[in-house]
């Protein structure tokens, strides 16, 4: 099925690995100029190249969205190349790093105030060009309780966050949604690391998943390239579609 993406201009902070990378290049196979950015150059530039060789327009930067002026002059270079930002996906995550005052301002730093000052940035662009697309990352657990407090409170606040928005943008023709992953493993991420280094809490997360696996990055980008496309999701916006094999229905 031909989603009508082709052409279209996108922009996905924390890019270059995971579930940045893979919504990136599931957006460029169907057509799609990217433009990604991450703190580390090196794995930027990997895939950058593999977005190019689909046929389409990559660009890169390395960018610290939780620095103001970092993440103003990413979303500044990226309009100006691209020429649009059709469609903006929020994914930069600090994880849960504790429960103490420095973890509460790191969350609220880099997953939910970078999500914040991005989309005013690009919502303007979206209003003059007629339209647009907005994507936050979230977490199962910004749904159910089963992590730390900052990280659970920060994911539970963009899904609330892209359902006011959705209200606020819908006349001006922008959608915005949340996608909220459950623990989702690949090459390098938390839970590949943990397979070796805290056995004992791989294992027992994963005994909690219904279809017994951990989920893959290309699952979660099929569901943002679904909401991307105003082909297939043009009625869909204010809405949190958790990609986790069931597993908040456990209570985690």
């Not at 703190?39 to 890169?60: D, F, H, K, M, N």
């Not at 539970?156 to 023709?173: N, T, W």
């Not at 893959?216 to 043009?234: G, I, T």
């Amino acid at each position: 099925m031909d989603l009508e993406l082709k052409g279209k201009n996108a922009v996905v902070t924390g890019g270059s690995k995971g579930i940045g990378r893979s919504i990136a290049l599931a957006l460029a196979a169907e057509g799609v100029n990217v433009a990604i950015c991450a703190r580390s150059a090196g794995a930027l530039g990997e895939t950058a190249r593999e977005i190019e060789s689909l046929g389409v327009t990559a660009y890169q930067q390395s960018c610290d969205v939780a620095d103001e002026d970092s993440l103003d002059d990413f979303l500044e270079n990226a309009h100006s190349e691209l020429g649009s930002v059709d469609i903006l996906v929020s994914n930069v995550s600090a994880l849960g790093v504790g429960n103490d005052l420095k973890a509460w301002e790191t969350n609220v730093s880099l997953d939910l105030m970078a999500s914040v000052r991005a989309v005013l940035k690009v919502v303007p662009w979206m209003k003059e060009a007629g339209g647009g697309n907005i994507i936050l990352m979230s977490s199962i657990s910004g749904i159910e309780v089963g992590t730390t407090q900052p990280y659970a409170a920060t994911k539970a606040a963009l899904i609330s966050y892209a359902k006011s928005l959705a209200v606020d943008l819908g006349p001006s023709g922008i959608r915005v949604n949340s996608i909220a992953p459950g623990s989702i493993e690949f090459p390098g991420g938390i839970w590949d690391k943990a397979k070796t280094d805290n056995p004992d809490r791989y294992h027992g997360t994963l005994k909690k998943i219904p279809w017994g696996r951990f989920g893959r990055p290309e699952e979660v980008a099929n569901v943002a390239v679904f909401l991307a496309s105003d082909k297939v999701a043009s009625w869909v916006t204010g809405a949190c579609i958790p990609v986790d094999g069931a597993q908040h229905k456990t209570n985690m």
